[in-house]
Structure formats: C-alpha cells, structure tokens
C-alpha cells in the first residue's frame, strides 16, 4: 500500500467514525425532511443540518487526534495514554470545539461599528 491509498483509507475510516457518533443527529435531520414541520422545510432544515455538521466536524477532529496519539503509542511501544486519559482527550475536543462555536457565534452577533 502506497501513502496515498494509506491516507485515504485513514481519511475514510475516520469519517465513518465521526458519522457513526452522530447517528442521532443524522437521524434527525432526516426525519426533519421527510415529516418536519413545513416551517422547518422550507429552510431545507437549517437547524438539524448545522447541528450534524458541526457535530461531524467535532467529531472527525477528535477521532483524528486519537489516531494521531495511537500512533505515537504504536511506534515509541509504550503507552501514551490509558482509556481514562483517551476519553479526556475527546472531551477536552468537544469543549475546545463548543467553545470556538460560542466565540464564532458571539463575533458574528456583535455590533458593527460604521467605519
């Protein structure tokens, strides 16, 4: 296997992860479209496709990182992280992720001054 055959199949692995943990929102957004309110429908369900884009986006993040470290981990032979510390990784993920969400969000409801 070459790099470039490597660097995809890792590329897809990890959106398959991310898709997979935001099953829910996924299916949400589906339900959105084919039962939602027509309200809903007929902004194509800008809230439910937000919420699973940015939650896909967490999450690929975040499973790349712990591949990232697993690799350190295969290639020093020794440990880096346990599983306590693997799930502190993914959580500090997702804050830092909240968190420049909340940052964006605030810079884009912030008042303009007129130059």
């Given at each position: 296997?070459d790099?470039?055959e490597?660097?995809?199949?890792?590329?897809a692995?990890?959106?398959?992860?991310a898709?997979?943990?935001?099953?829910?929102?996924?299916?949400?957004?589906?339900?959105?479209?084919?039962?939602?309110?027509?309200?809903s429908?007929m902004?194509?369900?800008r809230?439910?496709?937000?919420?699973?884009?940015?939650?896909?986006m967490?999450?690929?993040?975040?499973?790349f990182?712990?591949?990232?470290f697993?690799?350190?981990?295969f290639?020093?032979?020794?440990p880096?992280?346990s599983?306590?510390s693997?799930?502190l990784?993914?959580?500090?993920c997702?804050?830092?992720?909240?968190?420049?969400h909340?940052?964006?969000k605030a810079?884009?409801?912030s008042?303009?001054?007129p130059?």
């Amino acid at each position: 296997m070459d790099v470039l055959e490597g660097y995809k199949e890792r590329k897809a692995q990890i959106g398959k992860a991310a898709l997979e943990n935001c099953a829910e929102e996924q299916m949400d957004w589906n339900l959105c479209m084919k039962s939602g309110e027509w309200t809903s429908r007929m902004t194509m369900c800008r809230k439910e496709v937000q919420r699973f884009e940015r939650c896909y986006m967490t999450q690929a993040v975040c499973v790349f990182f712990l591949f990232f470290f697993s690799l350190f981990s295969f290639f020093l032979s020794v440990p880096l992280y346990s599983a306590d510390s693997a799930i502190l990784l993914v959580r500090n993920c997702v804050l830092m992720a909240d968190h420049d969400h909340d940052k964006k969000k605030a810079i884009a409801q912030s008042p303009r001054i007129p130059l």
